[in-house]
């Protein structure tokens, strides 16, 4: 295995106008891993994928991607290197079939990258494969998360950034939520997972990350972390 990591952000500073978010932000992630950043409401995790996929361009530091500084792209040029944000609204086509909310991202996905097909995405989520020809307003919560993590994938994935997958989701369809994830980690597909669930983070990410206040505050493995109870408390009100 490479010793490389896939993405490496050096530093990074961020934010919004005058307001800095994220203060020296570092953090990698290995090829094949399910990494997590976790943290309480507003720490800046949504605002750490901006940065990584160039919706927000940073103001000091780097993000590099397969050995690609990738700092001062913007989104329209990540995605063709294989960065794909599934945000936390999903943002489904609801009057779009499933199908064709998937050929949309065939359609504008990067010739360059190795991406599946319409037809392999559906044979990898059976739910999908089922509801093909229904309008996206018809899927449920769970299923709408499915066709944005399937639609990252036909349009060239090959790192996921999932922000808050579980989020508004009941229990059991976080079960089948997790599950996914755990699927596309056994295809070899990487995962950079954004939650304020530190349950759904330690049973799913190899290694965490703890943000607080724009500031990475705690970095180990999920066996670390759970048995860090002060970390938890301190930072995630978990004990
Ligand atoms: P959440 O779980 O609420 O999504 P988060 O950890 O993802 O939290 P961010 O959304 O990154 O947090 O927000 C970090 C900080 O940046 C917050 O104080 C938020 O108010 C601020 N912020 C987020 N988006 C904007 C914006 N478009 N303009 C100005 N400030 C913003």
Redesign the pocket.
Known sequence: MSTDPLLDLENVDA???E?Q??RDLSLSVGEGEVVSLV????????????SIVGILTPTSGTVTYRGTDVTNLDATETVQHGLALVP?ERQIFPELTVKENLELADYGGSPDVDSLSVGEALEMFENLKQRAPNPGSSLSGGEQQMLAIARALVGGADLILL??PT?GLAPYIVRDVMDIVEDLNDRGITVLL?E?NVHVCLELADRNYL?NQ?EIVYEGTSADLEEDKEILDRYLGVT
Do not use: C
Not at 39 to 50: F, H, I, M, S
């Open positions: 934010g919004y106008g307001t978010v994220l943290g309480r409401n507003g720490a800046g995790k949504t605002t750490t994928l901006r936390e922000d808050e989020e954004v304020q943000l724009g």
